[in-house]
Structures are given as structure tokens and as C-alpha cells.
């Protein structure tokens, strides 16, 4: 297979990343005029369209001049009428497109699913859907609009198209680009009949790679990794959704009183382990050689409510040239570091032991 097809469909995937994922202001032309046509494919006259600064803010209001039955309130979303159609215009759509797939070569079509579709659904649930449907008491419901409205499926589409030379008629180009304009221009949208509301895109996008297909997730050390223009934020770290004091003031005593294990983990890698459990005062139990990772040690440390903490050293470099150094919480009554590190495994000492080299 062509290796310039590879670089050309990574290519298509970054250009398509950086609409997904923009932080520009949203081009309301653009939008308004895509998602019209959007209403008209699905036998709709144009909505009148009502602007809100995020989604929490587009999920909160009312536009004005609307009066909601009780099947239009936000916590029977699923029920809407309007996200179904277009998710079956969209469907309808790709079937089409599809069908004009019988000529691609097999393998080329895969590499591009894989390079282009697969790696932006990967990206746009670690940096949008996941984080939006946790950072709340409340989902924020995008399962209704995130499939019709990812660029992950659009995008898979143009690869075909440019990468491939896949041919499609004028009608299915035509409407493939009003779903494409409505991506490249707005964030998220929830359509009602008569009315739409979107929302701007965030002012602030902080995102690092992490698969091996350019995936990315949310991240950011220093302050919030997505905050929109009304002051709705929120802070992950390495693609965990964290409370603010995670990323802006770790302490041994705040992660002492959190109930959360993964939040805990983040600000523990924050302050580092190292440091951690120095300033912690944690009890060295056991050290050994580590014989799944040949150079590096094992050490057990006593932690709280009955776990222990084995501090241990990546056996695979990060692409910063390091190996990380990570904590693994385990059962108190482990004694032995090997035994311990087979533990997170599902091995005994002696299994681990024979271990060439983990990862």
C-alpha cells in the first residue's frame, strides 16, 4: 500500500482533528446557513437560531420565546423528535456513500477507517463526550446529537474521497458538505423544530497525544484543559477528569481525604510519587529487584485503609524519552514487592518472575 496514502489520510485526520477540536470563534454564517439546510433535508423549514456561550449554557436555557412541552425538558432529551431524523438522514447518507465503496481496495479502505474514523471517535470521546457527561451531577445528554454531529464519520468520508479517489455523485457531495460546513463552523448544536440552539466552542482546548493513530484526550498541568468563554471550565489530567485542586494545589492532605482512587492517582502523579510518599511519611514495607522490568526496583509502601502502594518504573519509554515512574495500589496483606507486582497482573511472584520484560 502507498505510503503516501498513509501520510496523506493522517494528514486529512490532523486537518479534521483541528476542526473538531478548534478553539477559533464559531463562523454563525457558516453555521446557520449549513444547518438549514440540515432542517431542509429532513422536510423542515429553517429554524430561527439562539446562541449561548457553552453547552452546560445551551442545555440551561430556554431561547426566548419558546414554550417547551413537558417532552422537550433537557432530562427527556431522548425523546426529542428532531435529533432522530437526523441521525437517519445521516445513516442514509453513509449507506449511500458506502455503496460507492465497491471499487476500493479492501486493505485501503480499513487503513483509512482505522487512521482516520476510528482514531477521531477515540479523540472526540476523550476530549468531549466523556468529559462533558462527567464533569456534572447530571449526564449532559450528547448521546442524542454526538453521533450525527462527531467529525469522525464526515471525515472518514473526505479520506475516501481525497486519499482514496472514491467517487461520489453531486447530491451525496452536496449533502456530505452541509454536514462537513456545520462541523468545520459551530460547536455543539440541539435542534428543536422552530428553533436551534449552539453552542460557541471553547476558548480554551488543552489536549496531548496519546495512541499510536495521533489519538489525543485532555490535559493540561497548569490550569484548566477546556474552559468556554462564560467561565465553564474543567481540568483533567492525562484524560481524567479531575477537581480543580488536582492540577492547581495537590497536597498530601486533600488527597488523604478524597474517596475517589483515580482522582487520588492524578494529584498523587502531580506532586510525583516519589515526592509523594516522602512528604506523606509512608512506610517502606519490602524492596526488590524488579524481573520484569531487569535495572529497575520494586518497592512496597504501607498506605491507608488496609492498601498498600508499589512504586515501580514503566518498562516501556514515554515519548518524552523517560520511563515513567507510577504508583499501583494493592491489598494490605502483600508483603513481598514481586508478589505484589504479579498481583496487578493476575500473576503469582513466580509467574511474574519469569516474565522476559513487561510493558
Request: aromatic share 8%; with cysteine; proline share 8%.
Amino acid at each position: 500500500m502507498s505510503v503516501l496514502v498513509q501520510r496523506e489520510a493522517a494528514d486529512i485526520r490532523e486537518e479534521w482533528q483541528g476542526w473538531a477540536l478548534s478553539t477559533l470563534p464559531a463562523d454563525r454564517p457558516a453555521a446557520e446557513a449549513a444547518i438549514s439546510g440540515l432542517y431542509r433535508l429532513i422536510g423542515l423549514a429553517p429554524p430561527r437560531f439562539h446562541w449561548v456561550a457553552s453547552p452546560i449554557a445551551a442545555l440551561a436555557t430556554v431561547p426566548p420565546g419558546v414554550r417547551l412541552r413537558p417532552s422537550e425538558a433537557v432530562e427527556r432529551m431522548s425523546e426529542w423528535p428532531l435529533p432522530p431524523r437526523f441521525t437517519a438522514a445521516m445513516r442514509a447518507l453513509s449507506r449511500e456513500l458506502d455503496a460507492q465503496l465497491r471499487w476500493v481496495h479492501r486493505p485501503m479502505e480499513q487503513l483509512i477507517r482505522r487512521k482516520v474514523h476510528s482514531s477521531l471517535s477515540r479523540s472526540a470521546d476523550s476530549t468531549i463526550r466523556r468529559p462533558l457527561d462527567l464533569a456534572h451531577d447530571e449526564p449532559y445528554r450528547l448521546s442524542s446529537v454526538y453521533g450525527m454531529q462527531c467529525a469522525s464519520w464526515v471525515a472518514h468520508y473526505d479520506a475516501l474521497r481525497r486519499a482514496a479517489g472514491v467517487v461520489f455523485t453531486p447530491e451525496q457531495t452536496r449533502r456530505l458538505e452541509l454536514w462537513a460546513a456545520a462541523i468545520r463552523s459551530c460547536g455543539w448544536w440541539w435542534p428543536r423544530e422552530g428553533v436551534c440552539v449552539i453552542s460557541e466552542r471553547p476558548v480554551t482546548l488543552r489536549t496531548e497525544v496519546w495512541g499510536d493513530d495521533g489519538e489525543v484526550r485532555l490535559h493540561c498541568p497548569d490550569g484548566p484543559a477546556m474552559r468556554y468563554a462564560d467561565g465553564w471550565d474543567m481540568y483533567a489530567w492525562h484524560g481524567t477528569n479531575v477537581p480543580s485542586w488536582v492540577v492547581t494545589d495537590p497536597s498530601v492532605q486533600r488527597i488523604a481525604h478524597e474517596p475517589n482512587v483515580e482522582v487520588r492517582r492524578c494529584a498523587i502523579e502531580h506532586i510525583g510519587w516519589a515526592s509523594y510518599i516522602d512528604q506523606a511519611g509512608l512506610r517502606l514495607v519490602a524492596s526488590a529487584p524488579d524481573p520484569g522490568n531487569p535495572g529497575s526496583d520494586l518497592l512496597l509502601y504501607d498506605m491507608r485503609r488496609e492498601t498498600r502502594v508499589l512504586l515501580a518504573v514503566n518498562g516501556s519509554v514515554e515519548r518524552d524519552g523517560r520511563r515513567r515512574r507510577y504508583g499501583l495500589t494493592v491489598p494490605g496483606f502483600l508483603d513481598d514487592p514481586v508478589a505484589a507486582a504479579g498481583w496487578t497482573y493476575g500473576l503469582s511472584a513466580e509467574q511474574y518472575s519469569l516474565l522476559v520484560r513487561r510493558t
